[in-house]
């Protein structure tokens, strides 16, 4: 809604299950790096970030999805095309990077694209999994 100009992830977003809130995490400043480069810099910068969001989003998308098939969450497939669209989305931005200045556009991307889906969809999917005893600080050590 707002207009945002975030320099870490808000509070609100950290969900409630550390290893997804790490990885909500390095998406969100990923998108920040780009945020700070796009007006300045084009090209290589922005390809390289956009490289490395692409990797981490495929990391991220199959945790939660066998996460969700694991534990027999009945909106798996809302929630995986959901990520499809998503990851549509990702690459028609990655695609506008290539010969458009993308900074006016950046910020309704980070909206729509991790804001939203957080607070709508992994928050609902989180509430599920503390449910089914998933451990809510376990976390990688080396982070
Ligand atoms: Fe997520
Ligand atoms: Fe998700």
């Given at each position: 809604?707002?207009?945002?100009?975030?320099?870490?992830?808000?509070?609100?977003?950290?969900?409630?299950i550390?290893?997804?809130?790490?990885q909500h995490?390095?998406?969100?400043?990923?998108?920040?790096?780009?945020?700070?480069v796009?007006?300045k810099h084009?090209?290589?910068a922005?390809?390289a970030?956009?490289a490395?969001?692409?990797?981490?989003?495929?990391?991220?998308f199959?945790?939660?999805?066998s996460l969700?098939?694991?534990?027999s969450f009945?909106?798996?497939d809302?929630?995986?095309?959901e990520?499809?669209?998503?990851?549509d989305?990702l690459?028609?931005?990655?695609?506008?990077?290539?010969?458009?200045?993308?900074?006016?556009?950046?910020s309704?991307?980070?909206?729509?694209?991790?804001?939203?889906?957080?607070?709508k969809?992994d928050?609902?999917?989180?509430?599920?999994?503390?449910s089914?005893?998933v451990?809510?600080?376990?976390?990688?050590k080396d982070?």
């Amino acid at each position: 809604m707002t207009s945002h100009h975030p320099s870490l992830l808000p509070i609100e977003f950290e969900i409630g299950i550390a290893e997804i809130d790490l990885q909500h995490k390095r998406l969100y400043s990923l998108l920040e790096r780009l945020r700070n480069v796009t007006d300045k810099h084009f090209g290589y910068a922005v390809n390289a970030i956009l490289a490395e969001l692409d990797l981490e989003t495929r990391i991220h998308f199959a945790v939660e999805e066998s996460l969700m098939r694991l534990l027999s969450f009945s909106e798996t497939d809302a929630h995986v095309s959901e990520h499809r669209h998503l990851t549509d989305q990702l690459k028609i931005f990655s695609q506008r990077a290539q010969d458009h200045d993308i900074s006016d556009g950046l910020s309704n991307f980070i909206q729509l694209w991790l804001i939203d889906h957080i607070d709508k969809h992994d928050r609902e999917l989180v509430a599920y999994f503390l449910s089914k005893g998933v451990d809510p600080v376990a976390a990688p050590k080396d982070n």
